[in-house]
């Protein structure tokens, strides 16, 4: 960055610290109750292959990658089905907001992955038909996903939000949801003992782990920096698995920093919906 852009980045967070600071109180707080329950139910997460089997191929490390990116959207799944019966009146328009960002994210995910990694991956590895059940259990959920975001789109004001509609419309396509995101994992990793799998150091790996690298960062950023960006990063628990994702995705903490509190003030009401505060730490959730 020029000397100017550097100034007006660092004046852009001194003012997002001194106008916001009430309004992002709520991510202090970092405790995952006993007695309640949190993000990571009714659907619960994937497990990540590299720390389940310790392997450290291309397609273990991209599988990990991508079970990361599924656990967010995991998270806010069950954030939203949990907190959607107790949302207040005064605080059903910021609930619909995270709720319809959840849903871009979900979205912009899936239409990626079909245009852009599905084929690239075929492509690395010469072999067609790789992802035909992936593309299966896209079909099964998107009609219930679309009608989620339908009833939100096409609410008359935010107070005539209906939280055990929303409830009842996510219950019917819960199951093929979340058997898809386990099974997308499983899917990628296993890739590594095709006959056709790149051997290590290969030209062919290096290429497949940019693809999966690349696709990775991707996903999230063309999506939005002031939704889904903040959507991702406040359900994402860096405690998970012992600790071992503290550090992921790697960047730097004023950066992190910099898209939560500057990005993510354009739309602040909405995040205290999330799974996760501002630094990562498990948080209860609001509504309950």
């Known amino acids: 960055m020029s000397g100017i852009e550097t100034s007006l980045f660092f004046t ?36 990540t292959p ?4 310790g392997k450290t191929d291309i397609f273990t490390l991209g599988a990990t990658h991508m079970a990361h990116i ?15 019966p107790y949302v207040t009146n005064e605080d059903k328009a910021d609930f619909v907001g995270y709720a319809q960002a ?11 992955e079909e245009l852009e990694l599905f084929p690239k991956i075929e492509e690395v590895l010469g072999t067609k038909g790789l992802w035909d059940e992936m593309h299966k259990e896209h079909v099964s959920f998107l009609p219930g996903l679309t009608q989620f975001n339908d009833y939100l789109a096409q609410l008359p004001e935010p107070f005539d939000f209906d939280g055990a509609e929303l409830c009842r419309i ?43 690298k690349t696709w990775g960062k991707k996903t999230v950023t063309k999506a939005g920096y002031t939704d889904v960006v903040p959507c991702f990063l406040l359900n994402l628990d860096t405690t998970y698995e012992d600790g071992m994702w503290a550090n992921w995705p790697p960047m730097p903490k004023l950066v992190w920093w910099g898209l939560v509190n500057v990005a993510g003030a354009y739309h602040w ?18 509504s309950l």
Not at 50 to 53: A, D, G, K, L
Not at 102 to 112: I, L, M, N
Request: positive net charge; hydrophobic residues 40%; aromatic residues 14%.
């Open 269 to 286: 009401g909405w995040w205290k919906f999330t799974s996760c505060n501002s630094a990562g730490k498990p948080r209860a959730l609001f």
């Open 102 to 112: 959840w849903f871009r994210f979900v979205k912009s995910h899936h239409d990626d």
């Open 170 to 212: 996510m219950s019917n396509f819960q199951d093929a949801f979340n058997s898809h995101f386990h099974n997308e994992i499983k899917t990628i990793a296993s890739f590594a003992d095709l006959p056709g799998a790149p051997k290590s150091s290969s030209v062919e790996a290096e290429r497949a782990s940019a693809i999966l």
């Open 12 to 47: 852009i967070q001194i003012l997002a610290v001194a106008i916001f600071p009430s309004r992002y109180s709520t991510m202090a707080t970092t405790a995952k109750t006993c007695n309640k329950p949190w993000a990571d139910g009714p659907c619960p997460l994937v497990e």
């Open 50 to 53: 590299q720390y389940t089997t």
């Open 70 to 84: 599924h656990n967010t959207i995991l998270r806010g799944y069950n954030s939203i089905y949990l907190q959607a």
